[in-house]
């Protein structure tokens, strides 16, 4: 078998192929959708950092209502047909704790993948969300399988040696 070609997806992107690839990326709070099509056996992975676009600027997949969208329009030009992707979902983690909801990027960006693929008619057929940890994931867009690894949080403790 042919060695299969790795990408490392870094946040506010996206990539899809048809040609095998692992695609590699880090997650916290940030979510990463990975689409892939059951019949035609290739497939993509978007990694947002902010659930919506607010209009100002670039229109980026930095944010999910975009990169979703810009992902299913991707894998729609290949050739694929909504009844045969299917999705899963990973990230969100509050790896910062903050007091204001507000800020619960993680569990924002968690829904807003499963409302706008659900609107898409698109399954999610697996997923590993919120908690407190990060997660490093690998997607193999032929076979459709992700790994995932726990990525253990670290404090911090910025302690100096010098007297004032």
């Known amino acids: 078998m042919d060695k299969i070609e790795s990408h490392f997806l870094y946040p506010a992107a996206l990539f899809a192929s048809k040609k095998p690839h692992q695609i590699n990326t880090i997650l916290g709070s940030c979510v990463a959708v990975c689409i892939w099509d059951k019949t035609l056996n290739y497939g993509g992975m978007c990694h947002y950092m902010l659930p919506y676009w607010n209009g100002e600027g ?38 910062i704790d903050f007091k204001n909801p507000q800020f619960h990027i993680g569990k924002r960006n968690i829904k807003l993948a499963s409302e ?20 490093k994931i690998i997607f193999n867009t032929h076979s459709g399988e992700v790994k995932q690894k726990y990525v253990q949080r670290q404090i911090n403790d910025f302690s100096s040696d010098s007297e004032e």
Do not use: T
């Open 58 to 95: 670039l229109a980026s997949p930095k944010y999910g209502n975009i990169a979703i969208d810009k992902l299913i329009e991707k894998m729609y030009s290949f050739g694929s047909e909504r009844i045969s992707l299917v999705a899963k979902v990973f990230g969100g983690g509050e790896v």
């Open 116 to 135: 706008m693929l659900n609107e898409r008619k698109i399954n999610i057929i697996s997923s590993s969300l919120g908690g407190k940890l990060g997660r």
